[in-house]
């Protein structure tokens, strides 16, 4: 910002001709003294008495006149003081108006400079602003050029893409084609293996009827066998034996009363194997199950439940095996904790939810 400063002047001039009036006047004054003492030593000397006088008359003439020019100079030099002293209030003046003028000049600058800074920040923020917006321009552009080429290869793999179902299409109009020529002699294959489909459900509905009486009697001679126990029980087409007389708790080995249990049920699954007829595939299930208590931390032989059902139903069916029972008729399943006879957990209906299930059915 422009500053401009004026430093202010004192007028001198008039205490300088009032100082060189009193200069001159103590001059005169000295020049008369002077003048006196020595006409007044030179009266007393009779020698040279008329010769002083007139010396001094003389001198006295030469400084009055001395001193008429002298006054005559002094006014002058009054006069020229204060055209002087004049001439300087009239520069002051001058200056005082110029210092104003210049004062009102450098406001302006002022001014102008704080509008021109104005102005400048205004301008930059505007040069900012479309700095940004050039920046996103070019983004733009780069972002337009960028899908511009998605684009033109989005349109290239649509075209193969629309090339290959084009190709896709005659090969299938093609195979249409074909299998229509092929249609009326598929219509006699059809029919043919429906009559083979109807008479193969004819015939297995006629095994599962003989297997249902095979089924009925074979449930009624474990009942025979195994006697009038709680721990045996027949449901629907199941015949259930608790794990408890079976197996310890945890544990899939086998206990000497299961053991027994077990022989029995060997004996009669034999005694059919000659009873029911060759031409019927049968099986039977053999499915564990346990309550829902988890596995306790530490034990190695069996993670879960699930597990232990199927070790358990499998060393159900090994001892089967050890007493005769085909291998081949026999498949042993786990189902652990999912298909609870019992909802609650108490004692009583954990206890129904270990079991082995045995079903006779078809392959």
């Known amino acids: 910002?422009?500053?401009?400063?004026?430093?202010?002047?004192?007028?001198?001039?008039?205490?300088?001709?009032?100082?060189?009036?009193?200069?001159?006047?103590?001059?005169?004054?000295?020049?008369?003294?002077?003048l006196f003492l020595l006409t007044t030593t030179s009266v007393f000397n009779k020698n040279t008495g008329a010769k002083k006088v007139a010396a001094l008359e003389k001198a006295s003439?030469?400084?009055?006149?001395?001193?008429?020019?002298?006054?005559?100079?002094?006014?002058?030099?009054?006069?020229?003081?204060?055209?002087?002293?004049?001439?300087?209030?009239?520069?002051?003046?001058?200056?005082?108006?110029?210092?104003?003028?210049?004062?009102?000049?450098?406001?302006?600058?002022?001014?102008?400079?704080?509008?021109?800074?104005?102005?400048?920040?205004?301008l930059a923020n505007q040069i900012s602003a479309l700095t940004d917006e050039l920046h996103q321009a070019v983004k733009a552009k780069e972002e337009m050029a960028r899908m511009e080429s998605e684009r033109h290869e989005m349109q290239d793999e649509m075209s193969a893409k629309i090339s290959e179902l084009n190709n896709r299409v005659a090969e299938l109009q093609a195979a249409l084609d074909k299998a229509e020529e092929t249609a009326k002699q598929q219509d006699v294959e059809y029919i043919e293996m429906s009559n083979r489909l109807n008479k193969a459900l004819a015939d297995k509905v006629a095994e599962l009827n003989i297997l249902a009486e095979y089924q009925s009697e074979f449930?009624?001679?474990?009942?025979?066998?195994?006697?009038?126990?709680?721990?045996?029980?027949?449901?629907?087409?199941?015949?259930?034996?608790?794990?408890?007389?079976?197996?310890?708790?945890?544990?899939?080995?086998?206990?000497?009363?299961?053991?027994?249990?077990?022989?029995?049920?060997?004996?009669?699954?034999?005694?059919?194997e000659d009873k029911i007829p060759s031409n019927i595939d049968w099986i039977i299930r053999v499915d564990g199950h346990t309550d829902n208590k988890a596995v306790l931390p530490g034990t190695h032989a069996y993670r879960n439940n699930m597990q232990l059902s199927l070790l358990r139903a499998t060393a159900v069916v090994d001892e089967l095996v050890k007493n005769g029972v085909q291998r081949t008729r026999l498949i042993p399943t786990g189902f652990g904790d999912m298909h609870p006879v019992e909802l609650g957990n108490d004692k009583a209906s954990l206890q129904k939810n270990r079991r082995i299930e045995l079903q006779i059915t078809n392959r």
């Open 61 to 122: 003439q030469e400084q009055a006149e001395q001193i008429v020019q002298m006054t005559a100079d002094n006014q002058e030099a009054e006069q020229l003081l204060v055209a002087a002293r004049e001439a300087l209030e009239n520069q002051e003046e001058q200056l005082e108006n110029q210092k104003a003028q210049t004062a009102s000049i450098a406001n302006a600058y002022e001014q102008q400079i704080s509008d021109l800074n104005t102005k400048q920040t205004e």
């Open 219 to 272: 449930y009624k001679q474990i009942k025979l066998a195994l006697g009038d126990k709680s721990s045996v029980k027949q449901d629907g087409d199941r015949f259930i034996l608790s794990s408890d007389i079976l197996f310890g708790s945890g544990s899939y080995k086998i206990s000497a009363d299961g053991k027994k249990q077990l022989q029995i049920l060997a004996n009669i699954i034999k005694d059919f």
């Open 1 to 34: 910002m422009l500053n401009i400063r004026f430093r202010e002047k004192t007028n001198a001039w008039p205490g300088f001709v009032d100082l060189f009036s009193n200069l001159v006047i103590i001059l005169i004054f000295l020049l008369i003294v002077f």
